[in-house]
């Protein structure tokens, strides 16, 4: 297969040695529960993607706390240092700890050196209008001795030029990785063929990766994750039995099976979902229905999904479709 | 997008007016009930079909009585006419009745013309070592007045040069079209697209279509469907909720949210999940479970997930999979 074509494999029984895997249970699955998870549980996770030889676990946001009150939110939307490493516990093992930072939201500045934390990657979440603010975050991350990468959220909304004028931008940064993204889970594979390599046309000749992170609205978070692999995207981001916002991610089972690495286990994520992420599963209620394919179709945001779906009736799916269809354009 | 690329139509905004959807719910849904279906249900969703403007309605299989206990299974394992006559009822719309019909278990000779038929289609299935027979089949249909096509089964383990010859047998048939089917759902995009390339270098200049029958293993049913769009295939096989043997198949609701035909409506297939399709759901327990899962990355027939699943307790994923890999090979 193509993704695995490259000189020194042998077709599809071979791998892509530069592959890493992002891991954002935690972070996407907070979308869920205001990040309100014990901290036994997010040891769970971290210490059964060791196990299974992930390369990067994102535990959660860096939220600014003059912003957001810690009343309402659990703390892996700020991730403090302590609670990081009172998580990981006396584990050695070489998981690169990732953190995502929204523009606008995130206190940069005062986040101390990478020689003070516990904190590998910061990764910078920004839509089209935020960029400015997006490049001085990397600027300073990079500064203080961190990896990092950007994501572009809502890329189904913005115009082909603006990308184009995105990532000459972030072209020019010392941004390691740059993400597609398909924040509203809309994308077919031909789109996400198109922006991958759009985004490569800039990423390419700067040195820089390319990230996939996708949502499952459609039934489509791994085969899109997939159709990046194959595209050249190196940068994989999934998440237990796809836990995540709404529809959630592409489910890091699925692709760890389509990796041949041997330095991927897929047992102990079994065991992980069946003793850990199954029991919360209808508390948290992610993953695909029909409401999230509906706001999909339409390319919106799942917010109404969402709200649609904490009713106490949210059975009426016709209800919930005329409600979308009828809205004054 | 390619789907649409027709020279009649612009990019994505119009669709390829060739296309024509089966839908096989009552006849792949009857996997997980021996074909136990009331006919009050079956006439809810032919009555779904007509309103949503799908092409073809598979009711279920031609079986032959002298091997199937009409005790065991119910009447949608071998489609009378008196029985679909009835389930039918007065309507006259356009829709057009599919049945499938296993080689080797089917008596076809004993079927009548199309002219005392309420059937427009009959499906012929086959392993690779049944053709001559399936073609036997083929050439009585068609001698009967019956549209025909043949699936030909488990192609995942099949060589490649049987594949070729396979082809060309069908090509020199009557065979209106010939269906790529991934009966184990293990099948990624590249070796969907690789198939359908294949298929219609005999296909085409034989005048034949191509079909698509996905299976959602690996929640690639919808994608690997697309796939087959893009490719070529014009015949697409979906059912409602994705309703099927073990994990299922693609669902009709996100194909018709892919699909820009005007004649194709959404809203009556809504109606029909939330009032017949979700009530039957735990039941029949179709759709992606990680046993399913498991067997498609192995390239295995699902038997042994279906009877896990069907155990008092199914949670153990990790027993499936310790139970799965350890077999002696």
Redesign the interface.
């Known amino acids: 297969?193509?993704h695995n074509e490259d000189k020194n494999t042998k077709g599809w029984v071979g791998y892509r040695p530069e592959i890493k895997v992002i891991d954002c249970t935690i972070r996407d699955g907070g979308l869920m529960n205001d990040h309100n998870f014990e901290t036994g549980l997010v040891h769970q996770v971290f210490k059964t993607l060791v196990e299974s030889g992930i390369d990067y676990m994102e535990v959660g946001y860096k939220a600014d706390k003059k912003i957001f009150s810690s009343d309402k939110f659990g703390k892996w939307k700020f991730s403090e240092e302590d609670d990081i490493k009172k998580m990981i516990g006396e584990n050695e093992a070489g998981i690169k700890i990732s953190v995502m930072a929204d523009a606008e939201r995130t206190d940069y500045k005062a986040i101390p050196n990478k020689s003070e934390s516990a904190i590998d990657i910061y990764r910078v979440a920004t839509y089209i209008h935020q960029i400015p603010t997006a490049v001085e975050m990397i600027k300073d991350f990079t500064a203080k001795g961190y990896e990092t990468s950007v994501n572009l959220m809502a890329v189904s909304t913005v115009r082909e030029d603006e990308i184009d004028a995105a990532m000459e931008v972030f072209a020019e940064t010392p941004v390691e990785t740059i993400y597609v993204v398909d924040s509203f889970g809309s994308m077919?594979?031909?789109?996400i063929q198109n922006l991958v390599r759009k985004y490569r046309k800039y990423a390419d000749p700067a040195g820089k990766q390319i990230g996939i992170h996708a949502h499952?609205n459609?039934?489509?978070?791994?085969?899109?994750t997939?159709?990046a692999i194959?595209e050249g995207a190196n940068f994989l981001d999934a998440t237990l039995d796809g836990m995540g916002r709404g529809a959630g991610n592409c489910?890091l089972?699925?692709l760890v099976?389509?990796l041949h690495n041997p330095k991927y286990h897929?047992?102990p994520i079994?065991?992980c979902?069946?003793d850990h992420i199954?029991p919360i599963k209808e508390q948290l209620n992610w993953g695909y229905k029909?409401p999230y394919?509906i706001t999909g179709?339409l390319n919106q945001h799942p917010r109404t999904a969402i709200s649609f779906l904490k009713q106490e009736d949210s059975?009426?799916?016709?209800k919930f479709?005329d409600s979308v269809i009828q809205e004054d354009s």
Chains 1, 2 share one sequence.
């Open positions: 297969m193509a077919y594979c031909e789109q499952n459609q039934q489509l978070a791994y085969s899109n997939i159709t194959v489910p089972e699925l099976g389509f897929i047992r079994l065991e979902l069946k199954y029909v394919m179709q059975s009426d799916i016709v479709y």
